[in-house]
């Protein structure tokens, strides 16, 4: 079984300022690992994902975020934000294996960026 | 289109009606997902197409939830008999590849409210 935990389920940071959102995950099998920005009233849109390879992935607006396959992490971050980041992130894992059809989504954290 | 599109975005009903909800993937995308995601929550997995075949529908709630895909494109969610714990919003993914390495592009949903 999979689950993934978003420890904040907000987190608030003033405009410039660096940011970290946190991403914890459980898995019998190996995972590829995603992260996905929700703005309001609109679909997900992809962030980045780690297949394989280097551990630190970058990621489209500045974003990054490193695998830690020892405490099962992925952890997102940006050196510095823009009131435009203001938006609803997800953390996903896809298991590899046989049968194993969807995402995983934690339940998300509201970043909001104060000016 | 440049993306995937869902209608209505949103959709009232008076419980025990029944809705349906309509996707369309990004053209030649063979793989096709619905997620449902409840408010303050991430998105959970209902069911996925390859093509016209649904290959996984272990996420379906109950046997009021019916979808189709049957020329390999759009994609049809149908809700019998609404309850108000169907309330939700309603994604739609697709994909170029299958499972798991495969990216998934979300639609902007459908938000369906039953009273």
């Known amino acids: 079984a999979q689950s993934v935990t978003q420890l904040d389920s907000q987190v608030p940071v003033f405009e410039e300022a660096p940011v970290e959102l946190r991403c914890n995950y459980s898995?019998?099998?190996?995972?590829?690992l995603f992260w996905y920005v929700q703005y309001p009233n609109q679909g997900l849109q992809l962030l980045l994902k780690?297949?394989?390879?280097?551990?630190l992935v970058k990621g489209i607006n500045g974003f990054e975020a490193e695998f830690n396959k020892s405490q099962t992490s992925f952890h997102l971050r940006k050196p510095s934000v823009h009131i435009s980041d203001t938006a609803e992130y997800f953390c996903?894992?896809?298991?590899?294996?046989?049968?194993?059809?969807?995402?995983?989504f934690g339940t998300g954290t509201r970043l909001t960026v104060i000016p | 289109g440049a993306g995937v599109s869902q209608s209505p975005r949103y959709k009232v009903a008076k419980r025990g009606q029944d809705v349906a909800l309509r996707c369309d993937p990004i053209?030649?995308?063979?793989?096709l997902f619905w997620y449902q995601q409840a408010l303050g929550q991430g998105p959970e997995f209902l069911t996925y197409f390859q093509n016209e075949a649904q290959l996984d529908k272990s996420g379906l709630p109950s046997d009021r939830f019916f979808a189709e895909r049957p020329e390999g494109s759009v994609s049809t969610l149908k809700i019998q008999r609404t309850q108000q714990e169907d309330s939700a919003v309603y994604l739609c993914?697709?994909?170029?590849?299958?499972?798991?390495?495969?990216?998934?592009?979300f639609g902007a949903g459908t938000r369906l409210s039953v009273l």
């Open positions: 898995s019998s099998v190996s995972v590829y």
């Open positions: 780690y297949l394989s390879g280097s551990t």
């Open positions: 053209s030649g995308h063979v793989s």
């Open positions: 996903a894992v896809s298991p590899l294996g046989a049968g194993a059809n969807n995402l995983f």
């Open positions: 993914a697709s994909s170029l590849e299958r499972p798991p390495k495969n990216i998934q592009y």
